[in-house]
């Protein structure tokens, strides 16, 4: 989830041997210079609500590794009307930087 609809492209960060296994998001302006990547649909919790008539949310845990404020702002519409009753996320140093790119 995120704070728009549509299609972002990642490089995978998975090398060999390794245990972990995660995506980053590759900015536009860098996309020439990028290979292998990797197109990911994304949509806002409030899309994914009204696509799948769900009327609310008893609880949704977010954990996207510094982006949970683009996740919580898609969600605006379905927090302003009370349809979702417990939000987990993570709060730390990176929201600022997130706040203000997005």
Known sequence: FSN???VVYTSSTVRPGSESVG???V???NLIAQKNLIPQPVTTVDAFLQAHSID???FV???TEGEDPLVLKGMGQALADHR???VEFEFNRK???V???S
Do not use: F, P
Request: no cysteine; aromatic share 4%.
């Open 99 to 101: 706040m203000q790119n």
């Open 23 to 25: 995506l980053t998001r």
């Open 61 to 63: 845990s977010i954990d």
């Open 27 to 29: 900015e536009k302006k």
């Open 56 to 58: 609310r949310a008893h």
């Open 95 to 97: 929201w600022k930087a």
């Open 84 to 86: 979702v009753d417990v």
């Open 4 to 6: 728009t609809t549509g």
